[in-house]
């Protein structure tokens, strides 16, 4: 194998070590949890963990450009991957928590959809932008077809360029990440929602009603947060820019999947050690 | 009835109020050119290509607008806690969080150009004086736009999170839908006037910006009024979009099928965008045609 074709294999490849590592750690950070809240605590957990997971998984669909894109020189959406990520995923969370008192399974689709929601008006607008504001139809410089419609792309792509826009299949992608990454953060904030109105009013001596708004603020900060970990971490994984779930890039994502579960059980772990140590 | 009157008229007016956001933001950052599009304004003068771009891309747009608008919205909120009127309270929380974008984008400017200086790129007063006060009046337009909307969502919507949350929250989203938006229009349209119409810029041509307008140099007031023709107006339809729909699909139909109703209506939203994005797509394709006529004509 020559220099040049073992390159992407270098960047993508797994490292068994390190993965194993970071199973033990989550396995030590999940006893932790059971030694300090058996019941409560570790459930709230799980749902952290699932969360992030779905979170740092989701990432992977959305097409992210960077700043080539932004020049017309790549396919995706020209900005970060971890605040595009973000800014759908938060969108969800934010719909998730309006439909929190309607049940749960309710207000994890409600969070989903609104994620998805936000990707599906971005991803439409930015090809609105390319077609009808520059005169550049979508290209992807990954794949000879579009592994949905079949459309061919190499045709398509401008000179000296990688590719523009964003073809079906990234449309697609970007859908699928905002609805993953919506469930995940509305999952994160049902479960410390739950674990702070149980826990809160006991440590604080005050009713339920009370800690409404102190639960409510607290579990909303920590999804937040545990997005933007989750997303930040992501975007290392994937290194720059994707085109979405048919970039080699995208087979990145075991490697995603055991790095969010361990962060997210770290960051779950102090959540859940400040209402239960 | 009432109830559903009264939320879809802030509805409509959360989503007026989101669609002038995301312009202001899009047209404020492509006059800092704080989005990705500023890797060519920081690579021209290493290419020997000096010019008086405005530049501050110290953080991208969304952590930049997350931070302004929970600033803004945490302090209107502590100025509401005193008591003081809603509206007033807004105004000051938005102009003293406009005072920190001032501070970052003279800091940001300050920093990037000088980093340049071994390449011999000046560091211009006179772009820091006229440019920062602008980016400040678009950036206060967002900012306000983005907590009023926060306000009526948390004060007359209902929703549990609190105010400088929201903020957050939408301060992050309005980034992401302005730079996603409204960044290859200023990167490609407008830095790159000098390559042709309706194709990318080659890679080969990275770091040659458009540097002089029609009189003298072009400077980074004429880039925010070229692109909020489209680029600026795309952005503020995305966001509003966003946030209208959101919000309509909840007041209106939340209480059918105990919250299904909401569910069912944002994947049709979903659904009806997803056609609207291909029937764009295939469009583009039949009317714009491939680029490799010449290589079928050579062969």
């Known amino acids: 194998m020559s220099a040049v074709a073992a390159k992407p294999q270098a960047g993508g490849a797994m490292n068994p070590g390190a993965m194993a590592v970071g199973i033990i750690l989550l396995i030590i950070m999940l006893g932790i949890c059971y030694m300090v809240s058996p019941g409560i605590g570790l459930v709230a957990l799980i749902g952290v963990i699932i969360g992030g997971v779905l979170i740092g998984f989701g990432v992977h669909f959305v097409p992210v450009g960077g700043a080539p894109a932004a020049m017309g020189q790549a396919p995706g959406i020209a900005t970060g991957v971890a605040m595009l990520a973000a800014g759908a995923g938060l969108a969800g969370l934010f719909g998730g928590a309006w439909a929190a008192e309607q049940g749960f399974v309710i207000a994890i689709v409600t969070g989903a959809v609104g994620g998805g929601m936000m990707m599906a008006i971005t991803c439409m607008m930015v090809n609105f932008v390319y077609v009808f504001g520059m005169g550049i139809p979508a290209a992807s410089g990954k794949v000879a077809k579009d592994p949905i419609t079949g459309d061919t792309q190499a045709e398509y792509k401008s000179q000296g360029t990688e590719g523009h826009g964003l073809p079906f299949v990234s449309f697609v992608g970007g859908v699928i990440g905002g609805i993953l990454g919506g469930a995940g953060g509305t999952l994160i904030y049902l479960e410390l929602l739950d674990l702070y109105k149980a826990t809160l009013p006991g440590i604080m001596s005050v009713t339920a009603a009370q800690v409404m708004p102190i639960a409510v603020s607290v579990a909303g900060i920590f999804a937040v947060a545990l997005f933007l970990v989750n997303a930040v971490l992501t975007a290392y994984n994937i290194t720059g820019t994707i085109e979405g779930p048919h970039d080699p890039k995208f087979k990145r994502w075991p490697r995603a999947i055991v790095a969010s579960a361990v962060a997210s059980a770290l960051c779950g772990l102090v959540a859940v050690l400040i209402v239960a140590f | 009835m009432v109830d559903i009157v009264f939320g879809i008229g802030i509805t409509a007016l959360t989503g007026a109020l989101a669609t002038i956001a995301g312009a202001a933001e899009d047209t404020e950052s492509n006059i800092g050119s704080q989005g990705d599009p500023n890797s060519q304004v920081q690579l021209a003068p290493q290419m020997g290509f000096m010019h008086r771009i405005f530049n501050k891309a110290v953080a991208g747009e969304p952590p930049a607008y997350g931070l302004w608008c929970a600033l803004g919205a945490g302090l209107a909120w502590a100025f509401m806690a005193m008591q003081i009127n809603p509206v007033l309270a807004i105004v000051l929380g938005s102009v003293l ?126 880039n925010g009024w070229f692109t909020a023709k489209i680029g600026g107006a795309a952005s503020g339809i995305c966001f509003g979009l966003i946030v209208f729909l959101e919000l309509w699909r909840t007041i209106l139909f939340e209480q059918i099928g105990a919250g299904w109703g909401a569910v069912i209506v944002g994947i049709l939203i979903i659904l009806i965008f997803t056609v609207v994005d291909r029937y764009i797509e295939v469009w583009a394709r039949k009317n714009y045609g491939p680029y490799s006529e010449i290589k079928e004509a050579s062969s």
């Not at chain 2, 011999?120 to 983005?146: C, E, N, R």
């Not at chain 2, 938006?181 to 810029?201: D, I, L, M």
Request: hydrophobic share 45%; charged share 10%.
């Open chain 2, 97 to 222: 969080a406009v005072f920190v974008q001032g501070v970052y984008a003279t800091t940001a400017y300050l920093g990037r150009t000088a980093s340049l200086a071994k390449f011999g790129q000046p560091v211009y007063v006179d772009i820091l004086k006229s440019m920062t006060t602008v980016t400040m009046a678009h950036a206060f337009i967002a900012i306000f736009a983005t907590v009023a909307l926060c306000q009526l969502i948390n004060g007359a919507l209902g929703h549990p999170f609190p105010l400088p949350l929201l903020g957050l929250i939408w301060g992050i989203t309005l980034g992401a839908a302005g730079s996603a938006t409204g960044n290859p229009y200023y990167g490609k349209e407008r830095q790159y006037q000098n390559q042709k119409f309706g194709a990318g810029v080659p890679i080969s041509a990275s770091g040659n910006i458009v540097r002089y307008a029609e009189a003298g140099e072009r400077n980074s007031l004429d």
